[in-house]
């Protein structure tokens, strides 16, 4: 990497020393106005969002806790043959090992969302910061017998420049969002036609899209978003085509489970 980049990056930390990954929506099907430019993003091996010239969408869940709705969700994923990516915490694999495991055998990603769920932005020790993400890399692999995937969402995309660093220095590719809507109230569930509505308003081509798996609303509208996905001509790719990892997969392969 070329020293001008860094010192740019080393500024834009001075400038913007922590932040929380918000978004401005101002032109229905268009990409969002981010905080931080992809290009800064990703020198840092981050990306909030895929190629905008590809009828593309990434799919993503964070999971703080269960509500009874993976399951439901899950059905709804396989009936489509869609890949996801589900950002879990260290209670969420304690508690919901069988879960996790039906994640992975059934072909999805599962990322880092830190073992406590803690404002990240606000750890500056380097090695408080990578506790957070080794032991629920430790746990994962304790309940999966498999390595867990290297990408990590910094919980309610609350982060720092810093922070971004420290984990690409683990081996880590944060993964923002570039298309989200409120529906982690949990007491506060927003209508299914008004969320579907919602979402579809905002999609767009390399959208990186943020569910939370605890909402009973996006459990109920999974398959008709993915059904209008479908019609509108889009398929979901994986992380791991996202970050260039993996070329894209043909249609039915089921190994890949990339969903045309």
Same mark, same amino acid.
């Given at each position: 990497?070329?020293?001008?980049?860094? *010192?740019?990056?080393?500024?834009?930390? $001075?400038?913007?020393?922590?932040? &929380?990954?918000?978004?401005?929506?101002?032109?229905?099907?268009?990409?969002?106005?981010?905080? $931080?430019?992809?290009? +800064?993003?990703?020198?840092?091996?981050?990306?909030?969002?895929?190629? @905008?010239?590809?009828?593309?969408?990434?799919? @993503?869940?964070?999971?703080?806790?269960?509500?009874?709705?993976? !399951?439901?969700?899950?059905?709804?994923?396989?009936?489509?043959?869609?890949?996801?990516?589900?950002?879990?915490?260290?209670?969420?694999?304690?508690?919901?090992?069988?879960?996790?495991?039906? =994640?992975?055998? !059934?072909?999805?990603? +599962?990322?880092?969302?830190? %073992?406590?769920?803690?404002?990240?932005?606000?750890?500056?020790?380097?090695?408080?910061?990578?506790?957070?993400?080794?032991?629920?890399?430790?746990?994962?692999?304790?309940?999966?017998?498999?390595?867990?995937? =290297?990408?990590?969402?910094?919980?309610?995309?609350? %982060?720092?420049?810093?922070?971004?660093?420290?984990?690409?220095?683990?081996? %880590?590719?944060?993964?923002?969002?570039? *298309?989200?809507? +409120?529906?982690?109230?949990?007491?506060?569930?927003?209508?299914?036609?008004?969320?579907?509505?919602?979402?579809?308003?905002?999609?767009?081509?390399?959208? $990186?899209?943020?569910?939370?798996? @605890?909402?009973?609303?996006?459990?109920?509208?999974?398959?008709?978003?993915? @059904?209008?996905?479908?019609?509108?001509?889009?398929?979901?790719?994986?992380?791991?085509?996202?970050?260039?990892?993996?070329?894209?997969?043909?249609?039915?392969?089921? &190994?890949?489970?990339?969903?045309?």
């Amino acid at each position: 990497m070329s020293l001008f980049p860094r *010192l740019g990056a080393a500024l834009l930390s $001075v400038l913007l020393p922590l932040s &929380s990954w918000g978004l401005s929506f101002p032109t229905p099907g268009q990409p969002p106005t981010p905080p $931080v430019s992809a290009q +800064v993003l990703a020198q840092y091996d981050a990306k909030y969002i895929g190629d @905008t010239a590809q009828p593309v969408i990434y799919l @993503t869940f964070d999971a703080g806790y269960e509500n009874g709705c993976t !399951e439901a969700i899950l059905d709804a994923l396989a009936a489509h043959h869609a890949p996801a990516a589900f950002f879990l915490v260290g209670n969420y694999l304690e508690q919901n090992p069988t879960l996790v495991r039906r =994640m992975v055998a !059934e072909g999805h990603t +599962v990322g880092n969302h830190t %073992y406590h769920h803690p404002d990240m932005s606000a750890i500056a020790d380097e090695a408080r910061f990578a506790a957070e993400l080794r032991d629920l890399e430790a746990l994962f692999q304790q309940v999966t017998g498999q390595p867990l995937p =290297m990408y990590y969402r910094p919980p309610r995309g609350e %982060y720092s420049m810093d922070n971004l660093a420290m984990a690409q220095k683990l081996g %880590y590719r944060t993964v923002f969002w570039s *298309l989200a809507y +409120v529906d982690w109230e949990r007491d506060r569930q927003p209508a299914e036609d008004a969320a579907l509505q919602k979402v579809l308003s905002r999609t767009h081509p390399g959208a $990186v899209v943020l569910l939370h798996s @605890t909402s009973t609303t996006n459990a109920k509208i999974l398959d008709r978003l993915l @059904t209008a996905w479908e019609q509108a001509g889009y398929r979901l790719g994986t992380l791991d085509e996202l970050f260039g990892c993996a070329a894209p997969s043909s249609s039915g392969s089921p &190994s890949d489970r990339l969903w045309m």
